[in-house]
């Protein structure tokens, strides 16, 4: 059960990774067809924006969402030694390197990873966390987290982030092209044929409807990878109820103050705790279905 739900998990996500891809690419060859005459152009100016946009998120990814949450570097054991060495003991049953520790001054219980691989990731937590989770249910916490860089969720978190600024960098830079003088002109489509006219319509619901397309696929990927991070956690800790019991502390609790918006898919469960009118629009999977995942492991 448990392996087929780590395996299951995997397809999705590969599925949803190639969805954002295919529809980056829609909507490089929709702006540039619709304002820069181009499709080809829109295609490349994507995979250039693309590329330029991840070089520099993984070059900084960590320090940006660090300082996003106002987290704070723990650099020696003595800070905070029951995180330290839960990070340090789930590190080493995960067998990743042992990742940077920051603390957030918080009263509400949450955690997070980030980085761009594991050799350069990034664990933080909550006062809150350790103040009012035992042993057991920190673990299952931090081993979760583990699991995220250990199945480099930290990087497609992070790209999933990059591809969204893509489409919302693409429809600015093609209505600026358009603005400023570029683009197809009413004269350049006079002659056009009804095959024109219908190519012409879908790529501007294309450039319309992307920035929503690419929102809900950053968060269908978010909830996906938090099923299998939890059923990794599992794997680390051999121990279901440390997990569960964390969960319902955290998700009975109050909402965090120092998150920030950008960054609140990242944390194990939604740091505003806001209640969305439907899970196509919500950051992470309801906490009650994580739970009874986990029962049945």
């Not at 650099?75 to 330290?84: H, I, K, V």
């Not at 067998?95 to 761009?116: L, R």
């Not at 429809?171 to 219908?198: A, C, H, K, Q, T």
Request: charged share 15%; net charge neutral; hydrophobic share 50%.
């Amino acid at each position: 059960m448990l392996y087929q739900q780590i395996r299951n998990n995997k397809i999705k996500t590969f599925g949803v990774m190639f969805f954002f891809m295919l529809l980056v690419t829609c909507v490089g060859a929709a702006v540039g067809y619709i304002f820069m005459g181009s499709t080809r152009g829109g295609i490349l100016l994507a995979v250039i924006l693309g590329l330029v946009y991840m070089f520099v998120m993984m070059g900084q990814s960590t320090a940006v969402v660090m300082q996003m949450n106002n987290a704070q570097p723990i650099t020696d054991a003595s800070q905070a030694p029951e995180l330290w060495h839960t990070v340090e003991d789930m590190a080493l049953v995960g067998q990743v390197p042992m990742p940077a520790v920051y603390i957030i001054h918080d009263p509400s219980p949450n955690a997070f990873a980030t980085g761009p691989d594991p050799e350069h990731a990034a664990v933080a937590a909550t006062t809150g966390l350790l103040d009012r989770l035992n042993r057991e249910e920190l673990e299952g916490v931090i081993a979760h987290e583990i699991s995220h860089i250990k199945n480099y969720d930290i990087r497609l978190q992070t790209t999933a982030v990059v591809l969204t600024a893509v489409v919302s960098a693409l429809i600015n830079m093609g209505m600026n092209s358009f603005i400023w003088g570029g683009g197809r002109r009413r004269d350049d489509r006079e002659e056009s044929n009804p095959l024109d006219i219908v190519m012409l319509i879908l790529a501007l619901l294309a450039v319309v409807l992307a920035p929503l397309a690419a929102t809900l696929t950053q968060l269908a990927l978010s909830r996906n990878r938090e099923y299998l991070a939890d059923a990794s956690a599992v794997v680390l800790t051999r121990n279901p109820y440390g997990l569960i019991s964390a969960l319902e502390k955290i998700s009975n609790s109050q909402p965090m103050r120092a998150a920030n918006v950008g960054s609140a898919s990242l944390y194990i469960a939604d740091p505003f705790k806001q209640r969305s009118w439907s899970q196509l629009f919500a950051t992470h999977p309801p906490v009650a279905d994580r739970i009874a995942r986990l029962e049945k492991m």
